[in-house]
């Protein structure tokens, strides 16, 4: 049977889109490549933003420029945008593969079948969701080379935002493995691959989206460090308490709702962990400069982060190894339930 209207033009869209998000990434990757090599246009080094040790307080008191705040040090920025990098790329791939898979499966007899499959896949909304994520990133990077911190810390909260709602749109389009592969194999031979694909990409976005919750609190912290007249401590609690209650919340939806759509949902709690074990390391080096006695109650706010996060991942596993194990019970034929009629 041929395709409908609906599908020719939707696969139409579709296909457009995936081009974009394509280009998108190109002009990312230059971009993010081109931003670590000097006299091309930007003038600082992104991923010294709060070097450390690159203050001399005895020379000119160099630290009025810029009040250093609680953040990561120069190697993790440096890894963090490149394994962004990776996960775009990543996620490219997989809109890739999916349209061959697309339009190299066999047509079926089903109206809208194609539409349902796109649905399934990642449409044309979470596409353009992509490529804000991409933009917003890039744009969060070059404000870290201008030394705009309050520009950087809104264009982060703005990449944040959408990649949850990047990510929300991926779960919940995802309905349920099971259901999926089952359907796709008796439907779409070809296309049945994407599911234990998705679920990887899927669970890798959740993992940095953990660990961009921890990036978002010192981040944002920061910025506003950096536009009003805080203390330092101050800031350093808030952003890791920020990171606390952005995780616990998250955690809980993801618990509550989400699990609904994916069972092995992991990966934000990984991230999560990750992202209180990085963030010790900074602390080290925020006590060794501010001879501050206060890195203790630091450490232990990110021990009980690292817990919870140790907590939710034990409860999801156990919840999945449960949901795999059980067993329905039986259901009645028709007669069984006419005697069960006539004796009430």
């Known amino acids: 049977m041929a395709s409908s209207r609906v599908d020719t033009i939707n696969l139409r869209i579709w296909l457009v889109s995936i081009i974009c998000a394509a280009l998108s990434f190109i002009n990312v ?6 931003i670590n090599f000097p006299n091309l246009g930007f003038p600082c080094a992104y991923f010294e933003i ?18 250093h705040q609680l953040y990561i040090n120069p190697v993790q920025i440096i890894c963090y945008v490149l394994i962004m990098a990776m996960l775009f790329l990543l996620i490219i791939i997989y809109y890739i593969v999916c349209c061959a898979k697309v339009f190299s499966s066999n047509k079926t007899s089903n109206v809208n079948q194609t539409t349902r499959d796109i649905t399934w896949m990642g449409d044309t909304s979470s596409c353009f969701q992509f ?3 991409m933009d917003t990133f890039q744009l969060f990077v070059t404000a870290l080379s201008f030394r705009l911190v309050a520009l950087g810390a809104f264009a982060y909260c703005i ?11 991926l779960i919940t389009q995802f309905q349920s493995a099971d259901k999926s592969f089952f359907a796709f194999q008796k439907i779409h031979p070809n296309l049945k691959g994407t599911v234990q694909f998705k679920t990887v990409v899927i ?15 010192i981040t944002t912290c920061l910025g506003v460090g950096n536009s009003i ?7 350093a609690y808030s952003s890791i308490n920020t990171f606390l209650v952005m995780a616990c919340i998250y955690s809980i939806v993801i618990e509550a709702v ?15 962990f990750c992202g209180a074990v990085g ?16 890195s203790t109650g630091l450490i232990i706010n990110l021990a009980v982060i690292a817990i919870i996060s140790i907590g939710f991942i034990i409860c999801r596993l156990v919840r999945y190894l449960v949901k795999k194990k059980r067993r329905y019970k039986q259901l009645l034929n028709t007669e069984s339930s006419s005697l069960m009629d006539e004796n009430e």
């Open 229 to 235: 007249y805080i203390r330092s401590i101050t800031v």
């Open 50 to 67: 709060n070097d450390l040790k690159a203050v001399n307080l005895s020379a000119n008191n160099q630290i009025y420029q810029m009040t």
């Open 279 to 294: 963030l010790s390391f900074p602390i080290l080096q925020y006590e060794t400069f501010f001879e501050s006695e206060w």
């Open 131 to 133: 490529i804000l994520i």
């Open 203 to 217: 669970n890798l976005t959740e993992l940095m989206l953990g660990y961009s919750t921890m990036f978002l609190g």
């Open 159 to 169: 990449f944040f935002v959408c990649f949850t709602t990047f990510n929300v749109t």
């Open 29 to 34: 990757t230059v971009h993010l490549i081109a």
């Open 258 to 272: 989400l699990v609904r759509y994916v069972k092995p949902l992991f990966g934000y709690y990984v991230g999560m």
